[in-house]
């Protein structure tokens, strides 16, 4: 079977080279791409179609006889890629356009949260800063996260200590627009305190396949601190989250959320990842994305044994059921971003990566690009804010931690950054 994975980035190389993995797999098209995907293997070529073109992409699957085509990242996702195939009778794997909703709009999916009774932080919602100002100066001693409402590629949030950065964070949003329409809308969201953690699941909307747990680190810099990212490095699985907790997290928050769903006349299909803050309390949905994380996949697919076209196969049929349990490698995966100088604000690209080479001899290692290209002389360059997804398997956490940075000190370019205290959270437990 002939598969097109959409997407450029590290999330879509881990998915191309897993993919290219089962027995039932053809030849693996990735569009656009990377540097990383066009010289992983023989069997997996990019395309040089953008991801929202969704014309040019149907016809590439019409004419190259794919037979199932895998989205990767939000943006076509909320822009109704998936209906779009199906229109045309092609398989795709992810949620629908009404479905994506929960990642797109922020208020929507609270508004789900609220229907399925599932646990979350208290929110106010806003259409103008002003509004969201006098809100604030009524409640001074309440400490806000402030979020855009769309899609911000993880950048439109804003954890704040006190009113002035809440005041600074909502005048970003909506009067200097750093986020463009993402920012028609805008929250006040309750600060909760805690640890947090990243709790996938594929679905099918009737049957949920809960994935062994991730924690992510979003903030730019070690200790977490500085603005949040994309996310700068992750690992699998994590001390904090018992089998017990994990089962909670199931009955009390995927489970109702997917009633509130389907009671909306939703049928959620793909991958729900829920973003969680452990409190004293209970965990709580900070927010849902409606596919896989980046860098969350990265480390979760180097795990999985499981044939992951059978899954996505079985999702798209309504038959995850069917399934036998997934298989995991027991060991520890820990990825670090590294990331362009400037990044998560502006940088520049176009500087050749040397030691790619020396690095991917790292035993138990997997370098996955991100933002890469190739130039027409063979040089792979930097071509984005987060470039490498260093990943590396270990008995522990400390030994996979290892493996990853004796990688990454392979690795160089001009302005090259990462955290050097990815996974240390798991050190504690």
């Not at 199906?86 to 208020?107: T, Y």
């Not at 100002?133 to 704040?160: S, T």
């Not at 005041?167 to 805690?194: C, H, P, Q, W």
Request: glycine fraction near 10%; include cysteine.
């Amino acid at each position: 079977m002939n598969i097109l994975v959409i997407g450029s980035g590290g999330r879509e190389h881990a998915l191309a080279w897993k993919l290219a993995q089962s027995s039932r797999a053809g030849r693996i098209f990735v569009a656009p791409g990377n540097a990383g995907t066009a010289t992983d293997g023989t069997d997996i070529e990019n395309v040089p179609i953008k991801e929202t073109n969704f014309p040019e992409l149907i016809k590439f699957a019409k004419e190259n006889k794919i037979g199932l085509t895998v989205v990767g990242p939000e943006i076509p996702l909320c822009a109704g890629i998936v209906d779009a195939f199906q229109s045309e009778k092609l398989r795709i794997f992810g949620p629908n356009k009404a479905a994506a909703q929960i990642e797109g709009s922020k208020v929507f999916c609270k508004e789900i949260l609220r229907k399925g009774s599932v646990p979350t932080a208290a929110h106010h919602a806003f259409h103008t800063g002003g509004e969201a100002i006098q809100f604030l100066d009524n409640n001074r001693d309440i400490p806000f996260v402030v979020k855009a409402d769309g899609l911000a590629a993880g950048k439109g949030v804003f954890v704040c200590s006190d009113q002035a950065e809440a005041v600074d964070a909502i005048e970003r949003i909506t009067k200097n627009r750093e986020f463009g329409s993402a920012g028609d809308r805008i929250i006040l969201e309750e600060r909760l305190n805690g640890q947090e953690v990243s709790v996938l699941a594929i679905t099918d909307g009737a049957t949920i396949l809960t994935l062994q747990p991730a924690q992510d680190h979003k903030a730019a810099y070690d200790g977490d601190i500085g603005p949040n990212t994309g996310g700068m490095g992750a690992y699998s699985p994590t001390p904090i989250l018992n089998d017990t907790t994990l089962h909670w997290i199931e009955e009390h928050i995927f489970v109702p959320t997917i009633h509130a769903l389907n009671c909306s006349e939703i049928r959620f299909r793909g991958v729900l990842y829920a973003g969680l803050m452990l409190t004293k309390q209970e965990p709580k949905v900070l927010e849902y994305n409606a596919r896989f994380g980046d860098p969350e996949c990265q480390p979760l697919l180097l795990r999985l044994k499981t044939d992951l076209l059978d899954i996505f196969e079985a999702t798209i049929d309504g038959t995850l059921d069917r399934l036998p349990l997934l298989e995991w490698d027991n060991r520890t995966a820990v990825c670090v971003v590294m990331a362009s100088k400037g990044y998560p604000g502006s940088y520049e690209k176009g500087f050749p990566v040397r030691g790619l080479a020396e690095a991917a001899n790292v035993p138990n290692t997997k370098i996955f690009h991100a933002g890469t290209a190739i130039r027409e002389d063979g040089t792979i360059i930097s071509n984005g804010g987060r470039v490498l997804s260093v990943t590396g398997l270990g008995d522990s956490v400390s030994e996979a931690k290892l493996t990853a940075y004796t990688a990454v000190k392979c690795i160089r370019w001009d302005g090259a950054w990462c955290r050097k205290d990815i996974s240390d959270k798991a050190l504690s437990y």
